[in-house]
């Protein structure tokens, strides 16, 4: 067969599957027939459209209205916006050295494409006229945020800007986009070279369940009959958890925090300074004092003195929570006998031992009943009960690697509603963390679409012929990204830009972090936490624990996540001349905080894939907490009805947040689910730090 020949001639026409109909069922992406040296190609096609589609609308002789401007821009794309949503899929869940090649090259491309158009001064003139006159337009609530919301977008992109600076701000964009892809290149390669061999003498502590995820890991990598701890959090994690092996635990402790900063061709020192010198150019270009203060005007927060007003509020209680459960665990290693003092790649250990002691609690007895196939039911099942979908898994769609399930979703009267992809397991071609994402996303402008929704997760998958058991966390990032998945499958607007989680960054985390309130009511472990092997039930006794023990080491966890969250503040409100050395800036920051020294960053800023890969969550790292003293707030709305499954609350969970996307002020959607703003200390309550600690 000449199939390669014949590709080579034809990656420009139909014979790329990028670029013909495609023929599967729901119109899927053909997963099966794509392969890398589709993407230039496509690429090319899409930014040819695309290009062509804008000058329309540019030369457009007639006045501007909303419809040949705003309406005709949200229609322009398509073909972009199908091949990048595959090519970022493959690149983040299932990558490969000619992918991550071309990688480089389509995000200079894709930096290079977007410059023009944003800065294109006709076009923004057209949207400016619309903006200035939008009370005369009659236009429905949603068409009023979109008008909005394009205006802000071109006029935050510099389009307002005189050709001097909009000249530079192109040529930084481009250098921007070639360093966040360098940043997450080096940090998958650090990751991807390093392992730990764990021999037959090296197991001490370590759960059954551990050792044989460690064995699939070694099989993954060619290594087959060894086990290995990698650094993947999940790998990470469970390990400095239960390994009594002092030794070991530090080595694993220093590669984890060593990622992209270890002096070899990874490193991503360098980087961070450019990326900071070059966004606080930006800024300045685009008339702020700092990059913080650009990021966080579009935001719910509006100001950097926000932000840290309540990440200093939360610090407070959570350090001195944790310099108590510091002192705690020093005296288990007394007791015990140990002659040292705590160290970081301790923390999680003795943290481990005393909740045993004290909430006669561990990971470990609970993961038989938290396998993967029942979580998921049970993420299906909330979602059910709370908005009417039901799932049903389907077999003939292809999908990027065979390990990624699919489910049709079909909404109360049966019509077909979205399809979900779940992609579980971690393996080396998976960048680490846990995501959702779309191949295509919810809209009704020229006739319904119905959006396909993805969750990426990196669980350590279970031994052959065995099931994937959960720790709790890993259960409750299922239904944070399963969260997250709903408010893309439950959207319900009419243009595309406003689809799902198209919202400010400190309010896209509520759909998902309000979604882990159900993962952890009695009533739904007691229908789904069943014994992987048994089919018995959670015992009363140890789901009663369970959730005792939800609470404790709060302090760890709240540290490590606030001081994360202030140094990216920090990082991105101080003069980049003052992080010119990273190190020592990390050092001094956290320095100033008091942070303690036996805990680190939960991400060290070498390996701050949310500030450096791109600009997404620069100076929004916070995004989580501001969403959480939301989601902590507005599950209060289903406990005060009496019943977590209150379909009148329900209602208005779906109308107000979940279907509504982007096309509703934040805060309004919230006061209307809520009927009020929320209060603020739900947050410290439902993570155990209002009581105890003596500090306010
Ligand atoms: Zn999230």
Redo the contacts with the bound molecule.
Sequence with gaps: MSETLEQEADLHGPANPLLKAWQTPFETPPFDEIAPEHFLPAFEQAFVDHAAEIAAIVNDPSAPDFHNTITALERSGRLLAKVSAVFYDLVSAHSNPALLEIDKEVSLRMARHWNPIMMNAVLFGRIVMLHDNRATLNLTGEQMRLLDRTYTRFHRAGAGLDEAAKTRMAAINEHLANLGTTFSHHLLGDEQEWFLELGEGDRDGLSDSFVAAARSAAEERGMSGKAIVTLSRSSVEPFLKSSARRDLREKVYKAFVARGDNGNANDNNTSIVEILTLRQEAARLLGYPTFAAYRLEDSMAKTPEAVRSLLERVWKPARARALADRDELQALIAEEGGNFALAPWDWRYYAEKLRQAKANFDDASIKPYLSLDHMIEAAFDCATRLFGVTFTERKDIPTWHPDVRVWEVKDRAGKHKALFYGDYFARPSKRSGAWMTSLRDQQKLDGEVAPIIINVCNFAKGAEGQPSLLSPDDARTLF?EFG?GLHGMMSDVTYPSLSGTSVFTDFV?LP?QLYEHWQEQPQVLRQFARHYQTGEPLPDDLLQRFLDARKFNQGFATVEFVSSALIDLEFHSQPASVSRDVRAFERAELEKIGMPAEISLRHRPQQFGHLFTGDHYAAGYYSYMWSEVMDADAFGAFEEAGDIFDPAVAKRLLDDIYSSGGSRDPEEAYVAFRGRDPEPDALLRRRGLLEKTGAV
């Design positions: 944070h997250h985390e998902s």
